[in-house]
Structure formats: structure tokens, C-alpha cells
Antibody, heavy 115, light 112 residues
Framework: EVQLVESGGGLVQPGGSLRLSCAAS????????MHWVRQAPGKGLVSVSG????????FYADSVKGRFVISRDNAKNTLYLQMNSLRAEDTAVYYC????????WGQGTLVTVSS | DVVMTQSPLSLPVTLGQPASISCRSS???????????LNWFRERPGQSPRRLLS???NRDSGVPDRISGSGSGTDFTLKISRVEADDVGFYYC?????????FGQGTKLEIK
């Protein structure tokens, strides 16, 4: 059974940083493109960052470019999202999901940016 | 970025009646490998999104054949032939052809 388990969310002040992790099991992680999707309260789904299976090519939504960094460790079957200079508008549930077909999703981790 | 436009955004349906959601993209979703990476998801409160259809029309395991997908290029449709209570939720289309991946705004399906 495929499992994606996010962790690292929490309450952080504006301007602060958080690092999200997504631990994968039940799939050959190194063959999957991955992305992070967020959902602000009462809003829709937005893909904020993605990474190819080799970890070299990445993409970022304009709203997070220059502040967020996606990475992965295929040896540890883990995806990361380093979030810096956080703003109130980054408050959301963050999901990791397998890439372009997004068959598998984690349960999500809540990030709240507030003073 | 590719803009995905869904309609309607609210869809009240009587049990047993059909339902249809449109999803249009601002660019063709045909990838260089010939595939069209257009997916449909349903989300329920407190749950992660669940994929229903991939590559326009491929049903995921456990998805009833009442739910179908069609379309090509920039114009896609999800259809439910006979709505049941279990179909309630938010439906999203998503394109996985172009980076960044983008979602439609979501359609809320509810029972009238």
C-alpha cells in the first residue's frame, strides 16, 4: 500500500521558516516526480512546487518563488519543502502528491503563519 | 501558467439525475509523449483529494462506471450518469502536462 506521510507543519510567525517532510513508502520513490499542493482555508488546490525524480529539475509557483525550496532524498524516500520568509497568505494545509498524474496524496500538514 | 477554468462552480443535483462538469485549459494539454495529463479529483471535508480519473478518461480502482471523463486538447468533461449521495463533494480538474501543474477552481456538487 502506498503511503505518503507529511510532517513539519505548525504555527510560525511572519518572516519565519519551516521545513516540511513527506515520507514515502510502498512505491519506488526514485521513479516518481513529486509536488507540493496547498489549500488555504476555504480555498481550492494550488500546486506550489514540483521536482523531477532525479531531483535536478524543479518548478515553483510565482507566489513562492525565491522563498520556498523543494528537494528530495531518494535514498531516504523523502520529499522536502523548505519554506522561508513565511507570510500570512502561506497559511494552508500542505499536501505532498505524486507527480503529473497525482495518484497518491498524503494526509496533509497544517501550516499557520500568524503573530 | 496554464489556466484551468471549471464550470459550473456550484452544481445542485437531484438524486438519480445526471451531472456534468466542464474544464477548459488555456493551452493544449497534449504532452510530447502523446498523452494528455488531465486528471479529476474529488475532495470531501477533512479528507485528502482522491483521484477519480487520469489521462482524461482512465477510471481509478473503485471508481464506479457511473463516473466518466471525456475530451481532448483544451476541452474536458466529467460526467456522472446518475448522481448518488456518495458523490457529494468538491471536484477539481488538474493538468499535469505543463509546469507548474494547475488546478481548476473546484466545483461543489451537492444534492438538491
Amino acid at each position: 500500500e502506498v503511503q505518503l506521510v507529511e510532517s513539519g507543519g505548525g504555527l510560525v510567525q511572519p518572516g519565519g521558516s519551516l521545513r516540511l517532510s513527506c515520507a514515502a513508502s510502498g512505491l519506488t520513490f526514485s521513479t516518481y516526480w513529486m509536488h507540493w499542493v496547498r489549500q488555504a482555508p476555504g480555498k481550492g488546490l494550488v500546486s506550489v512546487s514540483g521536482i523531477k525524480n532525479d531531483g535536478i529539475s524543479t518548478f515553483y509557483a510565482d507566489s513562492v518563488k525565491g522563498r520556498f525550496v523543494i528537494s528530495r532524498d531518494n535514498a531516504k524516500n523523502t520529499l522536502y519543502l523548505q519554506m522561508n520568509s513565511l507570510r500570512a497568505e502561506d497559511t494552508a494545509v500542505y499536501y505532498c502528491a505524486t507527480g503529473f498524474s497525482s495518484a497518491h496524496w498524503g494526509q496533509g500538514t497544517l501550516v499557520t503563519v500568524s503573530s | 501558467d496554464v489556466v484551468m477554468t471549471q464550470s459550473p462552480l456550484s452544481l445542485p443535483v437531484t438524486l438519480g439525475q445526471p451531472a456534468s462538469i466542464s474544464c477548459r485549459s488555456s493551452q493544449s494539454l497534449v504532452f510530447s509523449d502523446g498523452n494528455t495529463y488531465l486528471n479529476w479529483f474529488r475532495e470531501r471535508p477533512g479528507q485528502s483529494p482522491r483521484r477519480l480519473l487520469s489521462k482524461v478518461s482512465n477510471r481509478d480502482s473503485g471508481v464506479p462506471d457511473r463516473i466518466s471523463g471525456s475530451g481532448s486538447g483544451t476541452d474536458f468533461t466529467l460526467k456522472i450518469s446518475r448522481v448518488e449521495a456518495d458523490d457529494v463533494g468538491f471536484y477539481y480538474c488538474m493538468q499535469g502536462t505543463h509546469w507548474p501543474y494547475t488546478f481548476g477552481q473546484g466545483t461543489k456538487l451537492e444534492i438538491k
